[in-house]
């Protein structure tokens, strides 16, 4: 992926996933530091394989992603080894960031604490409520300090109070300069996180 240049933390540009069919028409939008873009679509559409692509994790038939900086990726399925301990898997997370010893330890205290499951660090994933996996996956998503999130169905497993708290955390995520890109299916998800909404398989962002 080739870094962005200008304002934007990210751009994708003519982007086309093919599966038997198009999911997706040719997808082009960008996001400013502080903004933040709501993906809503039918079941099927791409909307978690855009947020792949734009992680590296698959890669477009055609068109560009352009990034600046490092990337959050809060995953609907979040594929921790349930085994471990949320502490572990935090340290794993900052390891695969290149972090190491104090460093890495500090920054897993830190993120453990702004998601609130510092009290679930002994605690082995498998322990864990959806929630609080939830918590869990944002903070791994947190620990390389991202300036692009993408956040995928983050919100479902939440209860109300658990809800209002991310979307604090998160806007407080978007006031340091983060642009976030979420897909949910209650659009009351976007409410003070999302300008806009990018609708597939239409190809451009509309205002929210």
Do not use: W
Request: glycine share 10%; with cysteine.
């Amino acid at each position: 992926m080739e870094p962005v240049k200008g304002g934007s933390l990210l751009e994708a540009r003519d982007l086309v996933k093919n599966h038997r069919e198009p999911l997706f028409r040719p997808l082009t939008f960008s996001l400013a530091p502080g903004e933040g873009v709501g993906i809503v679509g039918p079941n099927g559409c791409g909307k978690t394989t855009l947020l792949d692509i734009i992680a590296g994790i698959q890669k477009p038939d055609s068109g560009t992603v352009k990034l600046s900086g490092e990337v959050g990726y809060c995953m609907q399925n979040d594929g921790f080894m349930t085994s471990m301990t949320c502490r572990d898997t935090l340290l794993m997370e900052a390891a695969i960031c290149g972090l190491r010893g104090k460093t890495a330890s500090a920054r897993v205290r830190l993120c453990a604490e702004i998601c609130g499951v510092t009290s679930y660090m002994r605690k082995r994933v498998y322990q864990c409520s959806a929630g609080m996996r939830t918590r869990l996956s944002l903070a791994a998503a947190l620990i390389p300090g991202p300036d692009v999130l993408l956040l995928d169905e983050t919100f479902s497993a939440l209860d109300q109070t658990s809800r209002g708290d991310v979307k604090r955390l998160l806007l407080e995520e978007t006031r340091k300069g983060a642009c976030l890109l979420l897909v949910s299916h209650n659009k009351d998800d976007f409410s003070g996180l999302c300008a806009r909404l990018l609708r597939l398989p239409e190809s451009e962002a509309e205002p929210l």
